[in-house]
């Protein structure tokens, strides 16, 4: 019912004891919330906790800057269009994915952005791909010194037939690193996480590895030379589990030094690996098809929340 | 069940016997077809041994051919002049076969490279009388002969040898070892000279060593380039030298028995050199293979 | 092998200890707040859910950034979803203390009688030592711990049982009773507050032993 006046004034001047008490249990909530630190009586102290999403400390628009920025890349192979019209920008010490279905030109886009597409004759390659501002098909760009900044992981491991050592040796040597070669060549090795495997064997052929080994020798021989990106071209497809695994904690390692660029169909593996991943689908024509990207964006939004239709199709295994 | 029986039985039947009895006589065809390409080269090899048995003595080897009338002597010119013109027209052909096949395989444009290709085949099908007598209007006529001039008649027919010997090998070296290397950002020489060749050496001795057997059996080149020689062992390139196959070819001509004799028994040196050079080819293509698949 | 993903769990994880501490802080508070009939401590409780959901919403994204980038499996699989469902658990616990600081700043005004605030103190104390006991059993996977949650969840019922009885007591008082009805939703608050603790303890059960079933159920009171 009603409540009683008298009764509301009366306590509403509560005694100075109980002030006082009030008082500090009102300041341990706010020193708790403030600084995080607590009293003994209550819980053990605990600062607050991040919990960053992969990228996302990492991807504020400020201190992005682009590797590479392509506009309007066409890849064809002679009369065959393979990529069609691709925009896409690179990040700098990110993990980006390229994932999509056979046949859609991820390894194509891949190669053009080191000149590999040089090597097949019949290559032709129309827009822009530029590096740090410069377009790598550019007049008067030289594909070896874009070969020297921008490295190669194939999808099988293709060692030299040399030496462990040499495998590495041989591009310092190459390139004029010879300052130091041990130390260049254990220190490629261990960022690799290969050299406590091998060190007590350098001389021996490389093809005594198996092929995880083999894989991450490779990976140690295109770091050695300090390149400034390095792409991956499915370079798990070919390895077992365990080995799979090995290279992808080693990939979260290195984007720490280099920016990666990996192409893989295991979309889990984007998933696991990937701060950025883009998703090329075919487009059916009637001279058969061709490669377009669809969508790219932030690993988790691509995998939790994709913008595009086939995007969710390709990643729920639905289609493709 | 006996339905089921006859459509799974796995017992022969009157069609698999008919198959049996044709495979049986397919075998047996190309067994019979091997066994007779053995059976000529040992009855050629066997005869001309016999043949040239009583000829090969340390005189042989050692001595060069008697004066006229005398008996004994040997063909010890003939042994070092072949020596000498095969020599010189390995390292003429050699390098040469090399660079092409490396020009082909890795710089040429397709359409050129095919044209290049083509032009080795024309060239290792020459009749080599034909080289010879090029080689003699190109290099003889006017300044005589020479043991250099009748190398590089031989090296010509070897060039398109090593070239297709190395040629093959290095389309061997698969692509992906190239894309390794270019990749680091070596240049297409570096990644050939570094890479691909190391890789390659195997095949290319074998590809030499099969260039060398066949033009130390070649004669028609050497009739017109190094025929007229003394009869004295010369180790100069810059005279004209006698060669094994032509010395059995003088040799046969002769009226003394023992002259025969001695051709038979240089055939028999030269069918072992070709016999031995072979299999050595043979041996290191093995072993090269071997490394290559790692 | 597969650092980042066992970082990222125990990233959440810790996370979710970090929301459970302030679960307490806030139950403290709200206790606090009603037995000194402190209105501005209430408010700040009230407030102060706002770091709970946070915290709340934090973790369920990060729970679904897990499953979509790293397909957890086995104990890893029944490790997230335990997370979900204790982060959920947390969260009314949290809303809960929003409840009893609002009911408090409604009767503000009101003298508080001295039996009820020491049952609410009681059973305020209980409650916080169920929270403490459903994290740290989580935190080291102890069975054992967590299942005696059940018990002591039973002395919190006990707890609220009385508290409904006094209130009745106090029935003939008019002036009393629509604080007496306030009070009893807050006993049942606590009451839920603990409930919320032995679901958390049976997540970590779930955890352990992979079988997902309640320590008892409430529709079968024979123990069935």
């Not at chain 1, 008082?23 to 600084?35: E, K, N, T, Y």
């Not at chain 2, 070296?173 to 894309?179: A, D, K, M, S």
């Not at chain 3, 139950?27 to 606090?32: G, K, S």
């Amino acid at each position: 019912m009603g409540r009683d006046p008298t009764q509301a004034r009366r306590a509403s001047s509560p005694p100075a004891g109980l002030e006082r008490a009030r008082r500090q249990s009102r300041h341990a909530l706010h020193d708790g919330i403030a600084s995080g630190a607590l009293e003994a009586d209550t819980m053990h102290a605990v600062a607050p906790i991040e919990i960053a999403q992969p990228g996302e400390a990492r991807l504020s628009a400020a201190n992005r800057e682009a590797v590479f920025e392509t506009r309007g890349l066409n890849v064809s192979y002679g009369k065959a269009l393979a990529v069609a019209s691709v925009d896409l920008s690179i990040y700098r010490n990110l993990v980006t994915a390229i994932i999509g279905p056979s046949g859609c030109g991820k390894s194509t886009f891949l190669r053009s952005l080191n000149r590999m597409n040089d090597l097949v004759p019949s290559a032709r390659v129309e827009g822009e791909v530029l590096y740090h501002g410069q377009n790598i098909y550019g007049d008067g760009v030289d594909p070896v010194e874009v070969r020297r900044r921008i490295g190669m992981v194939f999808q099988k491991p293709n060692p030299f037939p040399k030496s462990i050592y040499d495998n590495v040796a041989w591009g310092l040597r190459v390139l004029g690193m010879k300052d130091d070669l041990d130390g260049r060549v254990e220190r490629a090795l261990t960022q690799a996480a290969l050299w406590d495997e091998v060190k007590d064997r350098l001389k021996k052929s490389a093809f005594g590895l198996s092929g995880g080994q083999q894989q991450r020798l490779c990976l140690a021989r295109a770091i050695a030379v300090e390149p400034d990106v390095v792409l991956l071209d499915e370079p798990a497809s070919a390895l077992d589990p365990i080995a799979t695994s090995k290279i992808e904690d080693l990939m979260h390692e290195l984007k720490n030094d280099y920016t990666l660029v990996i192409v893989t169909h295991n979309m889990q593996q984007a998933a696991r690996v990937a701060d950025m991943t883009a998703f090329f689908t075919l487009e059916r024509t009637e001279s058969g098809g061709h490669g377009v990207l669809v969508e790219y964006d932030e690993t988790p939004k691509i995998f939790t929340q994709p913008a595009d239709k086939r995007t969710e199709g390709y990643v729920t295994g639905r289609f493709g | 069940m006996a339905v089921d029986a006859a459509r799974f039985s796995l017992t022969p039947s009157p069609r698999t016997r008919r198959r049996k009895l044709v495979n049986l006589l397919m075998q047996a065809l190309a067994t019979i077809a091997a066994l007779a390409a053995v059976a000529v080269l040992a009855v050629v090899i066997i005869s001309v041994a016999r043949r040239g048995a009583t000829a090969l003595n340390w005189d042989f080897f050692t001595k060069t051919a008697a004066t006229f009338g005398q008996s004994g002597g040997g063909v010890a010119n003939a042994l070092v002049g072949s020596l000498v013109i095969v020599a010189i027209a390995t390292v003429m052909a050699v390098p040469v076969g090399i660079l092409v096949a490396l020009y082909v395989s890795e710089f040429a444009p397709p359409r050129i490279a095919d044209f290049v290709r083509l032009v080795l085949d024309v060239l290792n099908g020459l009749p080599s009388i034909i080289i010879g007598i090029f080689v003699f209007g190109l290099l003889v006529v006017g300044s005589g002969q020479a043991a250099w001039k009748g190398s590089f008649a031989l090296a010509i027919i070897m060039l398109p040898l090593v070239a297709r010997a190395t040629q093959e090998v290095l389309a061997l070296v698969p692509t992906t070892l190239r894309e390794g290397a270019l990749a680091l950002g070596a240049s297409r020489w570096r990644t050939v000279v570094g890479v691909v060749l190391p890789t390659t050496l195997g095949g290319i001795l074998t590809g030499t060593v099969l260039a060398v057997a066949r033009a130390a059996g070649e004669t028609a080149p050497l009739l017109f380039t190094t025929s007229i020689a003394a009869n004295t062992v010369t180790w100069d390139p810059r005279q004209p030298v006698l060669s094994i196959p032509y010395d059995i070819f003088v040799l046969s001509e002769s009226a003394d028995p023992a002259d025969h004799a001695r051709a038979w028994a240089l055939g028999f040196v030269l069918i072992s050199f070709v016999l031995v050079t072979s299999l050595t080819a043979r041996l290191l293509l093995v072993r090269y293979r071997k490394r290559l698949e790692g | 092998m597969r650092v980042t993903f066992q970082e990222e769990l125990e990233q959440v994880e810790a996370a979710l200890q970090e929301e459970g501490d302030y679960v307490l802080r806030a139950l403290r508070a709200a206790v606090n707040a009603l037995e000194q009939a402190d209105a501005e401590l209430a408010d700040e409780v009230i407030a102060f859910d706002d770091e709970v959901d946070q915290r709340y919403f934090s973790i369920q994204e990060g729970i679904q950034s897990l499953l979509a980038r790293q397909t957890p499996v086995a104990v890893d699989l029944r490790l997230v979803l335990a997370m979900l469902h204790a982060n959920l658990h947390l969260e009314r616990m949290g809303d809960y203390c929003v409840t009893i600081a609002k009911l408090t700043k409604l009767v503000s005004d009101v003298e508080p009688d001295e039996g009820l605030v020491q049952a609410f103190e009681e059973m305020g104390q209980r409650a916080e030592e169920m929270i403490r006991v459903a994290l740290d059993s989580f935190q080291r996977r102890d069975l054992e711990a967590a299942s005696s949650l059940v018990d002591l969840d039973e002395l919190i019922d006990r707890a609220n049982r009385r508290a409904v009885e006094r209130v009745l007591d106090l029935g003939g008082d008019i002036s009393k009773r629509e604080w007496g009805l306030r009070m009893i939703v807050v006993s049942r608050c606590l009451e839920r507050i603990g409930d919320h603790a032995v679901d958390i303890g049976e997540q970590t059960a779930f955890l352990i032993t992979g079988e997902f079933r309640e320590f008892t159920d409430a529709s079968h009171t024979d123990g069935s």
